[in-house]
């Protein structure tokens, strides 16, 4: 973010104006801001010219105004921030690609640490597992007749990422996702 400058406001926007009205006085631009400068006591006179600059940068010139400028460095975090979450789904996408071609094959890979539970059944009379209602039939004759959907969790560096995937088992062949470090999460907004 940008320092707040000592000058206020109208004394710039009158510096801008009188360097405008000077300049057929003067062999060049620079000239003539540099006498405004010293007449209107502003420290530099680069100053001025860089007030002048972002005044035709609007109007006249094209250019990036200060406001879209700000708010492109806003965004540019939130960016950087997507991009990481993207490259870590990527990873989580293949590596259940992997895990589940490996399982086909009858292997198993090593796991390292305590295995993550995404999925605790209760103990007890009422805490039954809930019927297969599709008996494990994933075709849908129709859209919106059947989705599927998966809860699970990727080990990151940084820690554990859970992901959500939902798919609409008629038209989509790539599951929409939402990811977290939460179990807890939205996945429709």
């Known amino acids: ?58 109007p006249v010139r094209p250019g990036i105004i200060t406001e879209e400028n ?30 589940r071609i490996m399982r086909q094959d009858g292997l198993q890979g090593t796991r390292r640490g305590r295995k993550i539970r995404t999925t605790i059944p209760g103990k007890g009379p009422g805490h039954e597992r809930a019927a297969d209602l599709i008996c494990r039939d994933f075709t849908a004759p129709a859209p919106d007749r059947r989705w599927v959907a998966d809860f699970t969790h990727v080990a990151t560096l940084a820690g554990t990422v859970y992901v959500a995937f939902v798919v609409d088992r008629h038209c989509s062949p790539n599951p929409d996702f939402a990811h977290s470090v939460l179990k807890i999460m939205r996945i429709c907004s």
Not at 13 to 32: I, L, S, T
Not at 71 to 94: C, F, W
């Open 1 to 58: 973010m940008a320092r707040k400058s000592p000058y206020p406001a109208e004394m710039r926007a009158r510096a801008v104006r009188m360097v405008g009205e000077v300049r057929p006085n003067y062999d060049n631009e620079y000239a003539a801001i540099k006498a405004v400068a010293a007449r209107l006591g502003i420290g530099s006179a680069e100053t001025l010219r860089k007030w002048v600059r972002r005044a035709e940068v609007d």
């Open 70 to 99: 700000e708010q492109i460095k806003a965004l540019k975090p939130e960016n950087a921030e997507l991009r990481r979450a993207n490259e870590i789904l990527k990873a989580a996408s293949a590596f259940f690609a992997a895990e």
